[in-house]
């Protein structure tokens, strides 16, 4: 299987390192100028994973994260010139998978990359059992990847499923945010567990009434639980 890139960054410089290294890892690469040639080339070329840059003339990369935040089988990486980490935090709640900050090491940058790959891979052999798996009044359809709370169909993103799905299939188990951080995201770097809160907050959000299921063990981190 030939995964697709994406690359959505306005500096020429940039967009032609990144693809020259991903094509060197034998990835299908294509590049984009703006936000709106990102949408566009997202319905025409239908990537794997989009490196999307945040801050671009016209369209920034936050506003394409919202017009795409229905998206399926997408990976989402950002690139940020900003160390802050509140914009950081936004393009996560805004359904951003990962993100980088500028400058950046190439390699680091393919690591992560490479890591929303195998998300891709994944899917395409899903490791979930074939039957929906159900927890209290929450339900997880592995082989059509839907979900569902009560009767209400959830729009989750693809890390949110994968997420919500690895807890409900092992309910009582405790998960580091490290585990889920290696085992939901492919990702292992030391300090990025913010990412998991974040896709947690946004889980309990959608879940509403329902969220009780997901539980906060302190210190530690989270596990999925009938109440």
């Known amino acids: 299987m030939s995964i697709k890139i994406l690359i959505a960054d306005d500096e020429v410089s940039i967009r032609n390192s990144i693809a020259y290294a991903l094509k060197r ?10 936000g709106r040639d990102a949408l566009a080339r997202v319905t025409t070329f239908k990537p794997d994973v989009l490196v999307l840059d945040v801050m671009m003339p016209g369209m920034d990369g936050y506003e394409v994260c919202r017009q795409l935040d229905h998206r399926k089988g997408l990976g989402i990486l950002l690139l940020t010139a900003k160390s802050d980490i509140v914009d950081k935090v936004i393009g996560l709640e805004l359904g ?18 490479k890591a929303l790959a195998r998300r891709v891979e994944r899917e395409s052999a899903p490791a979930w059992p ?8 929450v339900e997880v359809q592995p082989s059509s990847r839907r ?8 729009e989750l993103t693809p890390k949110e499923f ?18 889920l951080l290696e085992l939901v995201w ?29 539980q906060t063990v302190y210190g530690i981190g989270y596990k999925a639980e009938s109440v």
């Open 25 to 34: 890892e034998h990835f299908t690469v294509e590049t984009a100028v703006d």
């Open 96 to 113: 951003a998978d990962d993100f980088v900050s500028k400058p950046f090491d190439i390699r680091e940058l393919i690591a992560r990359i």
């Open 130 to 137: 074939d039957t929906p798996q159900r927890l209290g009044t």
């Open 147 to 154: 979900a569902a709370a009560g009767q209400q169909q959830l």
């Open 162 to 179: 994968d997420l919500l799905a690895l807890l409900i299939t092992h309910p009582s188990r405790v998960y580091t945010r490290e585990e």
């Open 186 to 214: 492919g990702i292992d770097f030391p300090g990025e567990t913010r990412t998991v809160d974040i896709h947690i907050q946004r889980l309990r959000k959608k879940l509403g009434e329902h969220q009780a299921i997901l």
